[in-house]
Protein backbone atom coordinates (compact mmCIF):
# COMPACT_ATOMS: atom_id res chain seq x y z
CA UNK A 1 0.00 0.00 0.00
CA UNK A 2 1.35 3.86 -0.84
CA UNK A 3 2.26 5.36 2.09
CA UNK A 4 1.23 8.63 -0.13
CA UNK A 5 -2.60 8.54 -1.52
CA UNK A 6 -3.56 11.21 -4.07
CA UNK A 7 -6.80 11.97 -5.20
CA UNK A 8 -8.46 12.09 -7.60
CA UNK A 9 -6.81 10.16 -9.85
CA UNK A 10 -7.84 11.81 -13.32
CA UNK A 11 -9.17 15.03 -13.17
CA UNK A 12 -11.16 16.73 -16.76
CA UNK A 13 -12.01 20.61 -16.52
CA UNK A 14 -12.94 22.94 -18.63
CA UNK A 15 -10.73 25.70 -19.07
CA UNK A 16 -11.01 28.09 -16.28
CA UNK A 17 -11.76 25.99 -13.64
CA UNK A 18 -10.45 26.00 -10.54
CA UNK A 19 -8.58 22.90 -9.37
CA UNK A 20 -7.88 20.88 -6.12
CA UNK A 21 -5.65 18.11 -6.30
CA UNK A 22 -5.46 16.45 -2.58
CA UNK A 23 -2.77 14.32 -0.80
CA UNK A 24 -2.66 12.31 2.28
CA UNK A 25 1.02 10.92 3.84
CA UNK A 26 1.08 8.32 6.51
CA UNK A 27 4.22 9.57 8.51
CA UNK A 28 6.27 12.22 9.86
CA UNK A 29 7.78 14.34 6.45
CA UNK A 30 10.55 16.79 6.48
CA UNK A 31 9.11 17.96 3.53
CA UNK A 32 6.16 17.77 0.87
CA UNK A 33 6.93 18.23 -2.53
CA UNK A 34 4.54 18.60 -5.67
CA UNK A 35 5.86 17.63 -9.01
CA UNK A 36 4.63 18.41 -12.18
CA UNK A 37 5.18 15.71 -15.04
CA UNK A 38 4.39 16.27 -18.95
CA UNK A 39 3.59 13.23 -21.36
CA UNK A 40 7.26 13.40 -22.29
CA UNK A 41 7.97 12.21 -19.18
CA UNK A 42 10.25 15.27 -17.93
CA UNK A 43 9.46 16.14 -14.54
CA UNK A 44 9.14 19.94 -12.95
CA UNK A 45 9.32 20.38 -9.51
CA UNK A 46 6.61 22.86 -8.63
CA UNK A 47 7.18 23.05 -5.00
CA UNK A 48 8.68 21.96 -1.64
CA UNK A 49 6.93 22.93 1.56
CA UNK A 50 6.69 21.96 4.89
CA UNK A 51 4.42 24.11 6.79
CA UNK A 52 1.93 26.77 5.73
CA UNK A 53 0.97 28.14 2.42
CA UNK A 54 3.27 28.40 -0.90
CA UNK A 55 2.43 30.22 -4.17
CA UNK A 56 3.44 30.48 -8.20
CA UNK A 57 1.61 32.05 -10.30
CA UNK A 58 -1.80 30.47 -10.43
CA UNK A 59 -0.48 27.44 -8.55
CA UNK A 60 -0.92 27.32 -4.41
CA UNK A 61 -0.04 24.60 -2.52
CA UNK A 62 -0.86 23.99 1.30
CA UNK A 63 0.37 21.39 4.27
CA UNK A 64 -1.82 20.85 7.04
CA UNK A 65 0.73 19.16 9.28
CA UNK A 66 -1.38 17.99 11.99
CA UNK A 67 -3.78 16.07 9.15
CA UNK A 68 -0.67 14.94 6.70
CA UNK A 69 -2.52 16.51 4.25
CA UNK A 70 -1.70 19.03 1.41
CA UNK A 71 -3.70 19.86 -1.63
CA UNK A 72 -2.25 21.80 -4.71
CA UNK A 73 -4.86 24.18 -6.73
CA UNK A 74 -4.94 25.65 -10.01
CA UNK A 75 -6.73 28.96 -11.00
CA UNK A 76 -7.81 29.81 -13.69
CA UNK A 77 -6.89 26.64 -15.45
CA UNK A 78 -5.81 26.28 -19.00
CA UNK A 79 -5.19 23.25 -20.94
CA UNK A 80 -1.75 23.73 -20.77
CA UNK A 81 -1.62 22.86 -17.50
CA UNK A 82 -2.58 19.42 -18.54
CA UNK A 83 -0.45 16.97 -17.37
CA UNK A 84 -0.07 14.21 -14.40
CA UNK A 85 0.58 16.20 -10.84
CA UNK A 86 2.61 14.11 -8.31
CA UNK A 87 2.89 14.26 -4.82
CA UNK A 88 6.09 13.23 -2.82
CA UNK A 89 6.76 13.13 0.90
CA UNK A 90 10.48 13.60 1.90
CA UNK A 91 11.71 11.61 4.79
CA UNK A 92 14.74 11.42 6.77
CA UNK A 93 18.21 11.30 3.66
CA UNK A 94 15.92 13.22 1.40
CA UNK A 95 14.33 9.96 0.36
CA UNK A 96 11.03 10.73 -1.95
CA UNK A 97 7.99 8.40 -2.02
CA UNK A 98 5.93 9.83 -4.79
CA UNK A 99 2.14 8.81 -4.49
CA UNK A 100 0.95 7.63 -7.78
CA UNK A 101 -0.16 11.17 -9.49
CA UNK A 102 -3.47 12.46 -11.14
CA UNK A 103 -3.70 12.93 -14.79
CA UNK A 104 -5.43 16.40 -15.35
CA UNK A 105 -6.89 16.94 -18.57
CA UNK A 106 -8.03 21.17 -19.42
CA UNK A 107 -9.92 21.29 -22.50
CA UNK A 108 -10.65 24.28 -23.84
CA UNK B 1 16.38 27.66 -12.33
CA UNK B 2 18.82 25.01 -11.89
CA UNK B 3 19.27 22.49 -14.77
CA UNK B 4 19.56 18.75 -14.90
CA UNK B 5 20.48 17.06 -18.04
CA UNK B 6 20.75 13.21 -18.71
CA UNK B 7 22.08 11.51 -21.80
CA UNK B 8 21.25 9.81 -23.61
CA UNK B 9 17.36 10.38 -23.66
CA UNK B 10 16.71 7.13 -25.17
CA UNK B 11 18.03 4.01 -25.91
CA UNK B 12 17.24 0.96 -27.54
CA UNK B 13 19.56 -2.08 -26.84
CA UNK B 14 20.32 -5.53 -27.03
CA UNK B 15 19.64 -8.19 -24.04
CA UNK B 16 22.99 -8.95 -22.23
CA UNK B 17 24.72 -5.28 -23.32
CA UNK B 18 25.13 -2.69 -20.94
CA UNK B 19 23.54 0.36 -20.89
CA UNK B 20 25.32 3.79 -19.40
CA UNK B 21 23.18 6.67 -18.42
CA UNK B 22 24.77 10.14 -17.44
CA UNK B 23 23.29 12.78 -15.06
CA UNK B 24 24.76 16.43 -14.86
CA UNK B 25 23.72 18.83 -12.85
CA UNK B 26 24.91 21.79 -15.13
CA UNK B 27 24.64 25.13 -12.91
CA UNK B 28 25.19 23.36 -9.63
CA UNK B 29 26.80 21.41 -7.39
CA UNK B 30 25.21 18.89 -6.30
CA UNK B 31 25.31 17.52 -2.93
CA UNK B 32 23.48 14.35 -3.93
CA UNK B 33 22.05 12.70 -6.75
CA UNK B 34 18.68 10.57 -6.80
CA UNK B 35 18.11 7.42 -9.77
CA UNK B 36 14.66 6.39 -9.96
CA UNK B 37 12.70 4.36 -12.39
CA UNK B 38 9.63 4.67 -13.36
CA UNK B 39 7.38 1.59 -15.30
CA UNK B 40 4.32 2.67 -17.37
CA UNK B 41 1.23 3.92 -15.78
CA UNK B 42 3.34 3.70 -12.36
CA UNK B 43 4.35 6.49 -9.92
CA UNK B 44 8.38 6.87 -9.89
CA UNK B 45 10.46 4.82 -7.84
CA UNK B 46 13.58 5.57 -5.71
CA UNK B 47 16.97 3.24 -6.94
CA UNK B 48 19.46 4.67 -5.11
CA UNK B 49 21.07 8.00 -3.29
CA UNK B 50 24.16 8.83 -4.76
CA UNK B 51 26.62 11.35 -2.85
CA UNK B 52 29.67 12.16 -4.32
CA UNK B 53 32.84 10.37 -3.24
CA UNK B 54 31.43 7.70 -1.88
CA UNK B 55 29.58 5.03 -2.45
CA UNK B 56 25.60 4.45 -3.21
CA UNK B 57 22.79 3.53 -0.97
CA UNK B 58 20.44 1.37 -3.14
CA UNK B 59 16.95 0.57 -1.85
CA UNK B 60 15.65 -2.27 -0.95
CA UNK B 61 15.02 -4.96 -3.85
CA UNK B 62 18.03 -3.14 -6.61
CA UNK B 63 20.59 -5.37 -7.00
CA UNK B 64 23.57 -3.08 -6.81
CA UNK B 65 25.58 -5.38 -9.02
CA UNK B 66 23.02 -5.14 -11.48
CA UNK B 67 22.79 -1.24 -11.06
CA UNK B 68 26.38 0.01 -10.97
CA UNK B 69 26.57 4.00 -9.96
CA UNK B 70 29.40 6.34 -9.78
CA UNK B 71 29.27 9.62 -8.87
CA UNK B 72 32.41 10.75 -9.64
CA UNK B 73 32.27 14.44 -9.19
CA UNK B 74 29.87 17.36 -7.98
CA UNK B 75 28.43 17.32 -11.17
CA UNK B 76 27.93 14.07 -12.77
CA UNK B 77 26.54 10.85 -11.86
CA UNK B 78 26.19 7.89 -14.08
CA UNK B 79 24.05 4.55 -13.61
CA UNK B 80 25.65 1.97 -15.73
CA UNK B 81 22.32 -1.11 -15.91
CA UNK B 82 24.30 -3.76 -16.69
CA UNK B 83 23.58 -7.51 -18.57
CA UNK B 84 20.48 -5.71 -19.57
CA UNK B 85 17.29 -7.57 -20.08
CA UNK B 86 13.82 -6.86 -21.18
CA UNK B 87 12.20 -6.30 -18.25
CA UNK B 88 14.75 -3.52 -17.09
CA UNK B 89 12.77 -1.68 -19.95
CA UNK B 90 11.80 1.64 -18.23
CA UNK B 91 11.92 5.26 -17.70
CA UNK B 92 15.19 6.16 -15.61
CA UNK B 93 15.08 9.52 -13.97
CA UNK B 94 17.72 11.66 -12.10
CA UNK B 95 17.42 14.38 -9.56
CA UNK B 96 20.10 16.51 -8.11
CA UNK B 97 19.91 18.00 -4.54
CA UNK B 98 21.48 21.11 -4.33
CA UNK B 99 20.99 24.85 -5.79
CA UNK B 100 21.54 28.37 -6.68
CA UNK B 101 19.52 28.95 -3.39
CA UNK B 102 19.49 28.39 -0.15
CA UNK B 103 16.50 26.00 -0.02
CA UNK B 104 18.16 22.47 -1.34
CA UNK B 105 14.70 21.30 -3.32
CA UNK B 106 15.49 18.30 -5.91
CA UNK B 107 16.00 19.14 -9.55
CA UNK B 108 14.47 16.52 -12.17
CA UNK B 109 16.25 15.70 -15.01
CA UNK B 110 14.31 14.60 -18.43
CA UNK B 111 14.86 10.94 -17.90
CA UNK B 112 16.06 8.83 -20.12
CA UNK B 113 13.70 6.06 -22.11
CA UNK B 114 15.89 2.62 -22.22
CA UNK B 115 13.97 -0.59 -24.60
CA UNK B 116 16.31 -3.58 -23.84
CA UNK B 117 15.16 -6.40 -27.10
Known amino acids: KNEVEQSPQNLTAQEGEFITINCSYSVGISALHWLQQHPGGGIVSLFMLSSGKKKHGRLIATINIQEKHSSLHITASHPRDSAVYIC??????????FGEGTQLTVNP | GAVVSQHPSWVICKSGTSVKIECRSLDFQATTMFWYRQFPKQSLMLMATSNEGSKATYEQGVEKDKFLINHASLTLSTLTVTSAHPEDSSFYIC?????????????FGPGTRLLVL
Open chain 2, 95 to 107: SARGGVDSLETQY
Open chain 1, 88 to 97: AEETSGSRLT
